[in-house]
């Protein structure tokens, strides 16, 4: 577990250094709000947040209260306030600011070990919670709600990106001639496929996938043409024996000032000029002038 320690004093640092020493734990020692702050914004594995509330500039208070906003975004962190006040004020002012425990200086070892295992078992149970909101249990890819909010996220992107959208050609007959579990294997067996080309691949829903990408079309075009045939090219094994499976391919650009949801109708209906047009092929589309006009500008086919 990665421990941050925002402390002024080098005796402090000293102190709560040498009770963790042991322990396994990886200190990251600062003597700045500031510098703890920094540390939080470049490093994400960061697990727990111990400190002061007495710095010569920002306070420990006002760190609390920006490194809540940080776990507020999907971050698991738990922060520890640590002072030699035992003002009931500053217990409560503490909490109010974003922490979640308030321990004494100096520490008592005992107890500061004891809280870190807690803070442990939190923190694991909140990367559990946020793996269930966050992710499909089926293929362990994105799931649809952690799609459009990163879409939501990228809304001000002042950079060209492009949609790829996905769909699984024949799906429903896998279903219904081979059952459901042959059906989640292929799902399953797909979605690996993907993260291997790209970890940032989400399952919209049923047999339907979707990646957002830095670039223009012919970028992304390239990518879908990519995993088009590595989905191709070798058959999923399944309970029913393996099967031959294709995909049919959409690819879109979204230009700075472009709404997202222009961006995904139009990769939606290049997904459908894919299926159109056969199947098993990617086909990139593109506003033009600035336009919401959607024009096929080449396909890529198997």
Not at 46 to 71: K, N, P, Q, Y
């Amino acid at each position: 577990m990665r421990v941050l320690l925002a402390e002024p004093t080098r005796i402090g640092r000293t102190i709560v250094s040498g009770m963790l020493a042991q322990e396994g734990y990886t200190l990251i020692p600062v003597d700045t709000a500031e510098a703890a702050l920094e540390a939080l914004q470049s490093d994400e594995d960061i697990d727990v947040l111990i400190t002061a509330i007495e710095f010569a500039t920002m306070s420990g208070l006002e760190l609390c209260w920006e490194a809540r906003l940080h776990a507020d975004n999907g971050r698991p962190l738990y922060v520890i306030v640590l002072s030699s006040s035992r003002e009931e004020a500053k217990l409560v002012e503490a909490l109010d600011s974003g922490a979640d425990d308030f321990i004494n200086k100096p520490p008592n070892r005992n107890e500061l070990l004891a809280r870190l295992r807690s803070a442990s078992r939190l923190i694991q149970a909140q990367r559990q919670l946020i793996r269930f909101a966050n992710y499909d249990a089926l293929t362990g890819l994105r799931n649809r709600r952690s799609f459009f909010e990163e879409l939501d996220r990228m809304k001000d992107a002042d950079t060209v990106r492009s949609v790829v959208m996905l769909d699984i050609d024949y799906f429903k007959q896998v279903n219904d001639r081979y059952g459901h579990d042959a059906g989640d294997d292929v799902l399953r067996e797909v979605g690996a496929r993907l993260a291997r080309a790209d970890r940032a691949f989400a399952r919209l829903g049923g047999e339907e996938f979707a990646v957002v990408l830095a670039g223009d079309g012919n970028k992304a075009g390239e990518l879908a043409e990519l995993i088009r045939n590595v989905i191709a090219s070798t058959p999923v094994e399944t309970c029913a024996g393996p099967l031959a499976i294709t995909a049919s391919v959409g690819v879109a650009e979204r230009w700075p000032g472009t709404e997202f949801d222009q961006t995904m109708k139009n990769a939606d209906i290049a997904l459908y000029a894919s299926k159109s047009a056969g199947r098993n092929r990617v086909t990139i589309s593109a506003s033009s002038g600035g336009e919401h006009r959607q024009e096929i500008r080449h396909a890529l086919v198997a």
